[in-house]
């Protein structure tokens, strides 16, 4: 997939650009939503309401609120940059980690509404959840170069993930989840030369 599909694609079909703007309205409208409603608050209807558009034109593109938030986050991963894989192994996994850890950090109702959604059963959440897992695989591949063996990178995942869903439960602040996958990547990684 290109970058542009990343961000423009939902889980459901291709767009025109027409379409593609709608989505993009009610992508945004959630995450206004969310900050005023929470996750219990935020229906789909509400934010269709919020987008403009009819409820019935949102439910054609998202069929939950779980979905709409899964969306939201993958079109954010979509639009990070490329992985610059100079530097000292370490760094260059720990901003990876970082920047992904991070990507709704600033958005305390998003990031716990993220965590939620995606945990979700239907399957548009799963679909996005596997392309969400392909890319953050993809990153650290990027990141790791020689060292992208499976037992490093399912041990990069597991922390990310296990880190994600810690912060989910209100156990850490994503900040400082951040700052803990940097540790986990330390110990997971090989000492520097």
């Keep these: 997939m290109s970058g542009e599909q990343l961000t423009t694609e939902p889980t459901r079909r291709r767009l025109t650009e027409r379409q593609a703007g709608t989505v ?3 992508t945004d ?3 206004d939503e969310l900050r005023e409603t929470g996750y219990e608050g935020l229906t789909v209807r509400n ?5 403009g558009v009819a409820p019935a034109t ?33 760094e260059r996994v720990v901003e990876v980690l970082r920047e992904i850890a991070l990507l709704v950090s600033d958005e305390p109702e998003l990031a716990a509404a993220c965590t939620t959604a995606m945990l979700g059963t239907d399957p548009d959440v799963r679909e996005l959840r596997i392309r969400i897992g392909v890319a953050i695989r993809e990153r650290l ?19 990310y993930s296990g880190a994600l869903l810690h912060a989910g439960m ?15 990547a330390e110990l997971i990684l090989p000492a520097p030369e």
């Design 141 to 159: 591949t990027a990141a790791l170069r020689e060292h992208a063996d499976e037992t490093t990178l399912g041990a990069l995942e597991l922390a």
């Design 29 to 31: 409208a959630a995450v």
């Design 170 to 184: 209100g156990y850490t602040s994503y900040a400082r989840m951040a700052d803990r996958l940097a540790e986990m």
């Design 58 to 90: 949102a439910y054609t593109y998202f069929a939950s609120k779980n979905h709409l938030i899964t969306e939201v986050f993958w079109r954010r991963l979509g639009a990070l940059p490329p992985v610059v894989a100079d530097g000292p192994l370490q």
């Design 47 to 51: 934010v269709a309401r919020r987008a």
């Design 24 to 26: 993009r309205r009610l």
